[in-house]
């Protein structure tokens, strides 16, 4: 597996504008009148207004800086985004269409919300009653891993917010394209929902292209999930919110125990295998941390602009210090080839979390120097939590508008909200791309300001 | 005082897109060279990054939808924001520069956040050494109220983010403005910083206006504060995050007590004196609510398609029920001249949950129906919550750019965030205003599709 | 309904020491094997354990002190308790018995977990099969009201207890007694489990001796559910803890009131008809109050030493002040007779926070001095929590003992923790009882040192 | 430094009653007149009532049940306990004592809570004006450190209870007893409290018996620390209560991974060196845990009967399992001459989360079975939590009592609360001892029917 590339459409202010298809395939034209029921709304002063559906003629502006507009040929269209929601016209048959769900990859909050929208949108919106849950991930396709489907409705669904985690369980691990799509098939699923993070999106974009070659007409609507939020042209994943949240209170521990010691060093590893997301954000929602590294980020540890260095200057001058590092940082520290990889194939990042342990300790061990190192990773207790109320309201949303899209004959593509928008993207736009923290950005700028840190580079 | 207009720039899905001036008045130009450090970063591959400085020039789209371009005149340029963020030149001389903080109207999660944020900023980044706390909003610059002003410095504000309220205390009501401005000319304040909502919105601009009578340099940024999130061009106002949270908290309690007795209606009354989004809000967040009632959608009591009519549906097929109301709906049921004003002059809402409370009660008394009905008003514990993460994020960047603002010399201005950009509105195209929720946009119908609610109409 | 007559029993320093039966009936002789399963244990060091069974005869002192030791005469046993806990022989067969449980009165945090622990412990310890839960208190037993049962096992109260309220729902009300034995005897039962508090307790008297009448064979076994903590002999009802911790956030709330305007008096009413536990226990876990009102002690408002003036004479001297009532506090400023009653027929305490506000606004205008007012009352959200940890073990141990009592055949008692012993207690001993602060214990000395308020008494 | 060695006063229910000295030593004769203000206080019907002194003959037993009278010889006095709170006469004059405090060991929520009622009881209700602070535990008194002192009054610790850890900040290590004296001469301290543990109570024994040697005036008060609540003749110890619901958390988390993929087993580590207090209650308070494992009880990891074969049939049945264990558990896997020592030479348990951890995963690997191990360590998360209500309360109990000790010259002794009173214990009663889980209490016997586990021995 290739480590997935940077890509420029990052994090509020981006320099380049890249290009790419923001095309939306759908299956056939919609001609089903949309089962959902059209109201009458009255205004403050009583004048009626008419609830509308969307067109799919709406679209919003990836890009909405001047910069941008200026760069543009004239006459030239700007690139859009169509925009999510509703439409008057469907393409398949409430009464008839069977869908599927399936959650794929490591734990992160808001997934049961995610599901429970779907199953709730489905159900009484669009009044469909063959809904499968399909358990453990991709395993849940494949005959020989024996495990069942499950039937989901309403009262399936009606509490599972309230936990963590993820009713239908997941996988990770690559599982065989044509035997997914086979059981697609066997099972008569129209609309597959996948609600998963960057090898989900690879596994996605290979299925619809297995139902292309079969002329099937199966609609595959991936709802992004990554607690890490890398997915490029997703402005916040779910359940980044939640993440940064309990972050922060990991970070209040370190804060609090290098306090309590003498020359206390409070270490806290972040999810981040690739982006620096929440360690910068967590570490801007609790102003106490010293040092932040993350992977976008060069970093020296020896040397006198290095890392430690640096720490024993601020543990001279103030006795203590915090430093949060996501867990794919520094990882020019690890050789490739004695890496172990994930069932998916994934190189696993060397553990920085206990290089900086050992390396830390190394150093002040050899100068004499009596430290108190407190190391923190909170990872699991974060993944596991259920979401917060901000991410549980996106979730309702992004679960709604993946049903619209799958409903209105949609496919290959993703729920993304941009700019305030929901809005469809394609999976081939997204795919083996990485969102990252963009250095030059308000985001990292004010981590700079916050912690004071130096480049730590020599 | 009248009261304010609505607005169309509303929530996420404007149908019609007004026109308004998005000048910046600037005190003149920025000649000093800005004191904020500059950083070479280094890239995950070693690449040399300058941090960079934002121009003056650089602007976003208020309008990011297809159809609002395809209105424009050929050659025409789309209503643009100026973007916020550090100026490579300054007006004000760091050394000898007095700045000023108050705060005013109703406690709202993360003032203290966003005081913390201004004298930081100033205090690390810009080195500015005189910086004061006015107490108890307006009325801190009127010198008979007698209230001390407080020196303001990392010290003091290092751990009042741990806090709810304001450390510098607010008030209501109106103060002179030739005696502010005396006050601003007496304590040679050059920039000063205001946190408050539409009220204050209108005495700053009235304090602008008479800096210019007076031809002072007095630069004066509003950081809008408003629990309602009903301020125009900003797309949330810090706290709302915070609010809605703890309102799912008070709607779950509702629904607890709605459940555990026989014929249980659980009623909360929640902010929102003229716009609906917190109640909208964790309305979405907590999905067991039957109705929602907001001030930007009428609706009736009585009569077959009435409030009470449907409720008792409600109680006869499901034994309980969960009512949502803000403050500000069902207006219509008081007569205007009964309803007492605040001491800013502001007409008070009438009491719509204790109306409720009374003809709920009334109305099953009348058909013999048992019913317990519970009552819960968790405004005063919300508004004096500290600010939950995601605030206290977005508080730090709103001192900061407002910081950046004031330091550059722009005036008459307020700091929002749009599109996740921060920017610079004028206080012009806000004031007296009022933002809405838009009863066809995603929001609204989804807590229609959620509550199940029909239009409460005859 | 006669208000309960307080009780010399009270808060952990009694100076009388009152005598009551200790004496807890049993329907016969158990003679079946306890289904229990015996396990040997294994201590640090390999040594085998065998875990045992509480014996009829164990005992706990009921006063543990010197004092009270000394008064007995010369061979003169101590009043004792029947220490709670599995019996090696039972009186029900297992596979027969049928048992039921009902809550009754208004809501309290771990409701659900008792109900849990009792319907798991039958289960899967004593192997239980027939179990039902009676809707909505004793209504559930009156066929006119048609509320159906409930089945209960594992899989229905797998996740209860991460909800507040009761999954039984409740009433307040009493029902005719021969009734209730009239459907315990239809329905077979021969276990009754009572969660309610006095009124509860009152009808539980009944029941016993109408059971007693018609020679029965029918446990009835109360678990003591009061949110005041007001139930003599039991030394922290359940849910209280959960109580205090929630009222602290609600004084929390009215002190960052105070403290954000000018002269800003935060008023918080909390739970307690006869006992100020609540409002004394939370004001020691936020020591930011400056008044505490409670039932046991008298006050004045009016005159030198009364409320209004020590409040006045606070604002003067700090500009803000904190306030809890309890709402059974200064029942004297009310006639009893213009007082409502509620379902059950209590009268209904005189609203003591709307008083205040109103006494405390009409004195300040009289004195024209500018007060902020603001009144909390978090009863409703309080009362619908889910219990926090500490209250969740103890529902546990609570509804575990309830099921061993049961299963021994004793009746006629209620489950109390009694210096940390789970035992016995007659119902007849304490119903129509109330516990009361003890002016001259720790709890109450505390109390003033820590507000510093003088006696408020003319 | 010798283990301590297991005391068998412990959980709720000896079978022995071991014989210990409860006299309290006193400094000399009381003569002073309290400076505490004696109070009238009215009672609900006007009655006045004093608020009393405790007199030094106040008891409690230490032992209250049948079964220990019984074991007494005729006229033998049962062991009691002095009572705690505020005596009429003191033994020092408050206008001149100067008081020190000292916090010693690991991190434990609720210390800032102690600190913050010992010197706002001082300072307010002593009018005690001398009141220091020592930095870093006993290092603080050495002058080689250089650690300054801190100087404590109402302003210093107004807010210290809203944030974890100490505000003293800690140490572990043995200091020289000689050096601590002097210290308390130079420094002209006369009464010294002792925040810490189970290696305070060693430092305090041989402070008290230098002191005497010396022949001073001093006198030392210990307020016992421990996160893992095993202190004997101390129900419970502060911060117990906050780490047993935040371990909680870790557990939900650890539930939630395990569901979430195939074989999922959750593996927690909690705190308890010697005993399993944290691990048994939180297993209680959330009823979702498969293994507990404490250092009470023995276990054997292979063999028919051993942890790893229940294990897999755990997993085999329900495909999910969840393992919590205490750090001092398993210790016979680990060779003593192999472990590490901290900084006060206590030896340091063998990781037994990592043993776990390899032999699990080596365990099923062999099967080729695949696992989804998730080994979540929240120690430090959660001993740097602030102190929940419940435990402020406690605290602020503790903190007042060991002042009035103190005060009235009480030295060489602890402050625990005993059967709900407040009572000054010797340390001589404990030092060196260790407080047990009593695997045939009702809390083992608990912990087994919620979790169902067998012997786990061969």
Redesign the interface.
Known sequence: MKKPE?VAVQD??PTEFPLFDTHIPCLGVPKVESPIQR????????RQ????FVSD?????VY????Y?KQLAPGEM?L?FE?A??REKVYFDSAKVHCAIATCGG?CPGTNDVIRAIV??LY??YKVRHIFGVR?GF?GFIPR?GHDLMTLGPEEVV?IH?????IL????GHQNIAEIVDALERLNVRILFLIGGDGTLRAADKICEEITARDLRISVIVIPKTIDNDIPLV?RSFGF?TA??MA???I???H??A????N?IGLVKLMGRYSGFVAA??A????EVNFVLI?????DLDGDCGLLTNLENRLRERNHAVIVVAEGAGQKFFKEEELPRDPSGNIKPGDIGMLLVERIQAYFRAKGMEINL?????S??I???PA???D??YC??LG?NAVHAGMAGKTAMLVSRW????VHVPIKATVGKTK?VN??S?L???V???T?Q??L?N
Request: aromatic share 10%; hydrophobic share 30%.
């Open positions: 940077p509020e202010r109201t009458v709304l009255f205004t403050r002063d009583g207004v008419e609830k509308s003629n709406e679209r919003v502006l909405d800086s001047l910069d507009l700007p859009m925009l929601g509703p734990l709730l949108e009484h919106l453990y395993q891993y509490n309230s936990f963590g985690g993820t369980s997941s996988s990770r402005s919110d940064v949240e922060t209170d990991a209040r521990a370190a609090t125990e306090l309590g010691a003498p206390g954000n967590a801007l929602a609790l102003r992977p976008e980020s060069d970093f407190k190391y923190i990773d909170p699991y207790i993944r596991s939590m917060n109320y901000n549980r309201i309702g949303f709604q700019h305030g928008h929901y990252e250095l030059d308000p990292w700028r004010s700079l300001e916050s004071g130096p480049p580079k």
